[in-house]
């Protein structure tokens, strides 16, 4: 080779090796803009209250009824929660297709979502068994009379009240999201979305959706109008997630990633060997909703397997968070200023100990699933209102 075509090779070389150097800084940079947090439990000098009613799903096939005013852990079995239908786990039957333990049970209540009809407010919730009730709820917010079962999916994960007044369900058998009309009782819209979704949120324009892959830990995101997926957002910090929810300004999306779980390439198809023990800590991962890029991470304690959120008009969050491998699951508020987890309400083991009740699901774990928030703002403006006239 001759000298000058020595030379034209080794410049050559060198080019790519800068391009390779600047890529990797690149790719260095985009990292280092991640911003990570280790959340911390400093309890307030005052304890954390807030004026609404919480509604948090379990495995147990009920729901949880939780006073914010007062944030004394249930122990009523008639008052302070809402029967749906028998218990049931995630993990079995189907799951994107796997194949877990035959299903001993097909109930499990999952996902809840609060609406207004004819003047009173109902809940709509769906169940692992891919069905769906509706709960109208008395003055006090429980449970006033119950419909359903009605048959709709496979196993529901979330449920969530979208833009067209219609129930979204996340299915987690089939990757599809079912959209129910409450009013009239029927299917009206089926959409594929991935292996096994969790949820599904919305900009406040409408302009964008965003659908959460729980096996796969990505979060997908569509142009509405189009119904086309636009863009895929993964991490390797996300290898199992589950719902996500909108900040009320609607500027970032709060995705749970408990990671309890990775995809195993070495697994059999269509088994559940497809799936090994998750090795990443559990977190909230939190997504820009201008760029579609995850800004920043929060590690949570190990006690707190986040599920889903619910947000205060005041900078807290609500997570409904799974304590695997004890008899309990809590509820944790979120100083979303520090990020410091200053309140964990008990919410399993403080009605079930009382009434002498022991969990055989889910390795004697009682997890928790879906939040829905009944805020009683109205209400306190009116009665402010009436007052000073």
Known sequence: MSFKKSVVVGLVVLAFFALFVAISSRAAAEAAEVQVVEAKVVKEAKPVTFNGTAYIAGHGGHLAILDLRTMKSPTDVENDRIVLTEAGSEMEGKV??????????????HGQTLMMEKGHKVLVAGTLAGNVYKVWLDANGRALKKEGPFKVGEKFCGAITGPDGNVYFEDMTDGN???????KLKLVDKMPAGM???????????????ITDMPAGKVYVYDWKTKKKIKTISSPEMTFIHQ????????????????EFELNPAGTAGTATVLKGGTKAHQVIIIDTKTDEIVKRIVLPANLSPHDFAFTDNGYALLAS???????????VLNMKNDNIVEEVSLC??????????????????LLCGITVDWHKAAAKKAKKKKTT
Not at 97 to 109: H, L, N, P
Not at 351 to 358: D, E, P, S, T
């Open 196 to 210: 096994a979704v969790c949820g599904i949120q919305w900009t406040k324009n409408d302009k964008k959706a965003y």
């Open 96 to 109: 994107a297709g796997i194949s877990f333990e035959q299903a001993k049970k097909s109930g499990g209540s």
């Open 244 to 259: 996500a929810r909108m900040t009320p300004d609607g500027k970032y999306l709060w995705v749970s990633a408990p990671n």
């Open 177 to 183: 999201v079912y959209v129910w009309n409450p009013e």
């Open 322 to 332: 799974r304590s695997y491998g004890s008899d309990d699951s809590l509820l944790a």
């Open 349 to 366: 083991a403080s009605c079930h100990n009382a009434n002498g009740i022991k969990v055989s699901i889910d390795s004697g774990s009682p």
